[in-house]
């Protein structure tokens, strides 16, 4: 169980990493530079999102699930949590979209303003480590029981013990 939370927060924290670093690189694209600037960065960029960051959320997508499952926690703060996660996944695949754009469209697309996926990015893993360390008390949101409570499934893998 440690090994898979260490295995998580790396990834997260590269994942996390990339998607601040990433509306960075994806300023630095600009046809004022030379055609050989451009395509050096366009290529970086390219890699950084489909070598590093890509392959660190799908990791810490699938260590975090395998976590809920091991440690069977079903609670309202894990549900908010995910909620912020899955807001992260969509700025994701934004900025990979934009990364796309500009490959196809030197010319013609002009990169966001790297403050506005920023602030997005700050502001889920702000929220997502709020929820996790301060696992605040949400019994007051209105959930269905089949949510909260697990049902009783056997699981595909052997669960060990506590």
């Not at 924290?13 to 994806?26: F, Q, T």
Request: contains cysteine.
């Amino acid at each position: 169980m440690p090994l898979l939370k260490a295995l998580h927060l790396c990834a997260l924290g590269i994942w996390c990493g990339g998607l601040i670093a990433l509306p960075l690189m994806l300023a630095r694209h600009d046809t004022i530079v030379s055609r050989d600037e451009y395509r050096i960065i366009r290529h970086r960029t390219h890699l950084t999102y489909t070598t590093i960051v890509t392959p660190a959320a799908v990791i810490a997508v699938i260590a975090g699930t395998w976590l809920i499952f091991l440690r069977q926690v079903f609670v309202p703060w894990l549900f908010a949590k995910l909620v912020f996660v899955a807001l992260l996944l969509a700025l994701h695949v934004w900025i990979g979209h934009n990364i796309v754009r500009i490959a196809e469209e030197p010319g013609d697309h002009q990169p966001p303003n790297p403050y506005l996926p920023l602030t997005g990015v700050l502001a889920c893993t702000t929220a997502i480590l709020f929820m996790v360390l301060g696992k605040p008390d949400l019994d007051w949101v209105l959930m269905p029981e089949w949510l909260r409570i697990p049902q009783g499934g056997q699981l595909p893998f052997e669960v060990p013990s506590r």
